[in-house]
């Protein structure tokens, strides 16, 4: 039988859930201290949803579930090859909630202020730092288009990343109405706006070449690409200039406010950055979207918009939402290298007590006793007692007693 | 698009998510007490490792998940329609466990004492309270054939049961070795002994009637059965009488010693009783198998036992292991109940800071300040202020500043 996790997943050894555990708990903490409330979906969604999620690229990264016994078999034999799967696992946890909303509103607060802290599987091209499950950690506000709730999710999120100390980091921030601007007043179609993002997007990594080139393969006509290159020469564009190349007004105005808001919340720890050039991939962005960068180390640690459509998809009824989501693999990643050779001062110490079996009994009910000062693991006694005295120390446990002998011998 | 959770799946509300958080919270802090490890190991699992685990029943409720891609069209164009599938969701956490601990046991101390709190999925026919994910709390010992693990594991979990509150529960107790010595002196073949097995753990639900009329139906020699009926009309068996029938006597006297030292432990909170009809349905198990029941609430809440031959299917060697898992979900059930309309006095108050959007992050600022004593949510004051105030009142807070005012008003 294969040793080895599932290509893409991880197992955890002891130290590293206990940092995962104490890192979560934090930012669940910090989360609920300011007003969020938890709650738990489930990893399995329908299908369908699935499908209509207007996820992006990540539709194709679907992890589907097969039917089984006759529902299996007969679509089979019959060759309804698109009918073998009718659940699949979550890509994010945007899906869930909106669901989730939808199915619990008249419980919930409006607006309503939400916390998922939870798994979700992408069937990714294996590579360093992609895993195929991961943990996301995302607040949402449900139910209010007003700016105070981008306000309120970039300080919160930011909140949180400071109080596991990750570090310096930045916000980077766009509104989608802003790069429709410019791309309406360059000439593109509103119906390829889509297709020219997805190439916008690459502008860091393949530059304006790169992308006046793809534009060119994708048949966009040259004189439209040609006006397009004038707004790549001159990015990154300013927050006062982004106007003149079409930027919409009010989203510039929201920014502006986002930006003095969080900053003077922030009190200089952190600053928000407009960046025209921050796309993001999901298709169900529909206004502002941020990410969070670390400045010490390279790539996005958290990530959102707002998606004021998606809900309406459920209900019926349009429900206006925005929310921040922070990849919790590449902040375990990060943290996890700074906290390798650093235990913890707040953990509780460890003590083992050391039996024989017939006492065994006894020994646990005065392993009790030491419980409310230590964390106390009871072990056999081993035939070489100083090589298991050894292994203990090495392993972390702070001290030993020997049943019987009642007193506590610290290592060291 | 559907907006009720997957068929047997659950969404957690938040007073639901806060119940189930501080419960797992609880169990994972007395386990750490008492010297287990957390671990994290993933949700998908081999196929075939899956398929090998002697899951019982089990291994007919896993969820498989498709190729994709060309291996997925090749498999289907191909009709090698039984290789759709190389990955699954796990039933349990003990499959997972084995093959962490084949993967990382030179990082492991011998012997390891691990705990897994995480979901598991069976895609069982759905009812109340069969839920198709779930969540179990496990802790195993690996790597000692001590029956001081079993005294250790069931003492552990019961403190577990005690610490959440679970009310009056009893542990029952049975070893596969007394069993298969029962039924080879009454004639069965060692080969039929899962078969019979199968049958007997019905006993309390058709009766030795219903036992005897399955056991002809499967087709075994009419003196057998008629031996084997002198001893269910004996059931329940006590300990001393059981060697009579056949049981083994190591056995007996592992389970004597294993019920007398959990009790001195329990102190009378609780007793081991040996029950030879507890057979448990997964076939790794080789020796003492065991399941806590409460005596409030019909239905074990955990169970577990020895399965000394698992782990050797990954590592080529004999490693001997034990475990007990509690039903998480079953807890829950029970305790949702119990709590539904009690508010915990150990969670801080929560109050709300009222502002005006123009007013926002300086508000974010003060709530700053009263967050060291209160969970603080910032709300946008709405029109109708006093339905506002009412609302908030019957969602849990505890008072509420108007921004600008700067004196906290508590709700009754």
């Known amino acids: 039988m294969k040793i080895t996790s599932v290509k893409g997943t991880n197992d955890y050894l002891p130290e590293e859930a206990a940092l ?25 969604e329908d299908g369908e949803n699935l499908d209509k999620s207007e996820g992006g690229e990540n539709l194709n990264l679907i992890f589907r579930i097969m039917k089984r016994g006759d529902k299996l078999a007969n679509a089979l034999s019959e060759g309804r ?47 360093k730092g992609r895993d195929r499950e991961f943990v996301q950690c995302d607040i949402d506000i449900i139910g209010s288009d007003s700016i105070c709730c981008e306000i309120e999710l970039i300080a919160t999120t930011a909140k949180a990343l400071r109080a596991i100390n990750i570090g310096n980091f930045r916000i980077r921030i766009n509104d989608r109405a802003i790069l429709r601007g410019v791309l309406a007043k360059t000439g593109f179609d509103p119906k390829d706006f889509d297709s020219v993002c997805v190439t916008f997007d690459k502008l860091d990594k393949i530059g304006v070449a790169g992308v006046t080139a793809e534009l060119t393969e994708k048949g966009f006509d040259a004189a439209t690409i040609d006006a397009f290159r004038s707004f790549l020469d001159a990015c990154p564009v300013s927050l006062d200039d982004i106007v003149s190349f079409g930027g919409d007004l009010d989203a510039v105005e929201r920014i502006k406010t986002i930006k003095t808001a969080v900053e003077k919340i922030s009190g200089g720890a952190y600053s928000v950055d407009f960046d025209v050039s921050l796309v993001r991939g999901q298709g169900y962005y529909t206004g502002t979207v941020f990410e969070a960068e670390s400045t010490e180390f390279s790539g996005a640690i958290g990530g959102g918009g707002r998606y004021d459509n998606l809900i309406e998809k459920f209900t019926g009824e349009h429900v206006p939402a925005v929310g921040f989501s922070i990849g919790f693999e590449r902040i375990f990643s990060i943290l996890r290298e700074r906290y390798a050779n650093v235990k913890e001062s ?67």
């Open 81 to 127: 090859f698109d009918e073998l799967s009718d659940i699949g696992l979550r890509y994010d946890l945007t899906l869930p909630l909106c669901r989730f909303y939808a199915a619990h509103r008249s419980k919930l607060p409006t607006p309503a202020k939400l916390i998922q802290i939870d798994r979700v599987y992408r069937a990714e091209r294996p590579q």
């Open 20 to 44: 995962r555990d104490r890192l979560q708990a934090t930012i669940l903490r910090t989360y609920t201290n300011c007003g969020f409330e938890h709650i738990i979906t489930p990893a399995l």
């Open 346 to 412: 707040s953990e509780r110490k460890k003590i083992a007590v050391i039996c024989e079996p017939d006492t065994f009994a006894d020994a646990y009910i005065y392993a009790d006793t030491l419980r409310g000062e230590y964390d106390v693991s009871l072990a056999l006694r081993a035939k070489k007692f100083g090589k298991q005295l050894a292994r203990l120390e090495e392993s972390g446990v702070a001290g030993y007693v020997v049943y019987g002998e009642n007193n506590i011998v610290m290592f060291q």
